[in-house]
């Protein structure tokens, strides 16, 4: 029996897509969590709704990967800039996901309560970075498809945490210190569950804002990168490398 690939989404708006493109089979629920075993051209799928943020996104990765023991998984949707040459549509492949929720403050004195956060006090442990790898092999397959050689296509650095960073010196900090261009609330927690499985996952972001060029949250972009999502199994139905 085929390894089942896992699509995931936080939102409904991140999933209505794939939903209504594979051949639902069975929805269940673990817990809160929702699953819905489907089918794409005769080859298992599974749609998981991840919910909003760190923790969530690591507890439904990790009970997806217990459950379905999936060949790879892609955890799909949207993303906020963090420079100013990303636009709204643009994609970005997570090569590494830096861990924004591991911050430092300064000591605590009066009337410095506003912006607490050290500019460039990032935490370390044993003097390392919290971050964590794409699988390799996977991210390789990805750069070899023509689906990604488009111009607004990035195989980048994402940040990600139960953060929205809205402060524009700080997404400048974000980008100088540690070379991070966009920023997602799931990708730190299912990048953690996988690789802590050993089950490749990698996360595919369209940018749904840019606060350097005025553009607004718009959820409705988050069907760009379920297409592609959908163009990436249809390749691999294609050539079944992984």
């Known amino acids: 029996m085929d390894k089942p690939i896992i699509i995931q989404?936080?939102?409904?708006?991140?999933?209505?897509?794939?939903?209504?493109?594979?051949?639902?089979?069975?929805k269940i629920s673990i817990g809160t969590f929702c699953f819905y075993e489907c089918s794409y051209k005769e080859y298992p799928v599974i749609i998981c709704k991840t919910?909003?943020?760190?923790?969530?996104?690591?507890?439904?990765?990790?009970?997806a990967i217990k459950k379905y023991d999936p060949l790879f998984i892609l955890n799909q949707g949207t993303a906020g800039a963090l420079v100013k040459w990303l636009n709204?549509?643009?994609?970005?492949?997570?090569?590494?996901i830096y861990y924004l929720s591991d911050f430092s403050t300064d000591e605590n004195k009066e009337n410095e309560i506003i912006n607490p956060w050290k500019k460039d006090g990032y935490r370390t442990i044993d003097g390392e970075f919290l971050s964590y790898n794409a699988n390799k092999e996977l991210l390789d397959w990805l750069k070899s498809l023509d689906i990604f050689s488009k111009d607004n296509i990035y195989f980048d650095i994402i940040g990600s945490g139960?953060?929205?960073?809205?402060?524009?010196?700080?997404?400048?900090?974000?980008?100088?210190?540690?070379?991070?261009?966009?920023?997602?609330?799931?990708?730190?927690?299912?990048?953690?569950?996988a690789n802590s499985l050993d089950v490749p996952l990698i996360s595919i972001r369209v940018i749904s804002n840019n606060e350097f060029n005025n553009q607004i949250y718009d959820d409705s972009i988050g069907i760009i990168s379920q297409k592609i999502s959908v163009d990436i199994i249809d390749k691999f139905l294609q050539e079944k490398v992984i």
């Open 88 to 96: 709204k549509g643009d994609i970005v492949i997570g090569k590494q």
């Open 9 to 26: 989404g936080a939102l409904q708006s991140e999933i209505d897509y794939l939903l209504n493109i594979f051949n639902i089979k069975k």
């Open 162 to 193: 139960d953060i929205w960073t809205k402060n524009l010196d700080k997404m400048r900090c974000y980008n100088d210190k540690y070379g991070i261009v966009c920023e997602a609330m799931e990708c730190s927690g299912a990048y953690l569950a």
């Open 51 to 63: 919910k909003i943020g760190e923790i969530s996104s690591a507890i439904a990765t990790s009970l």
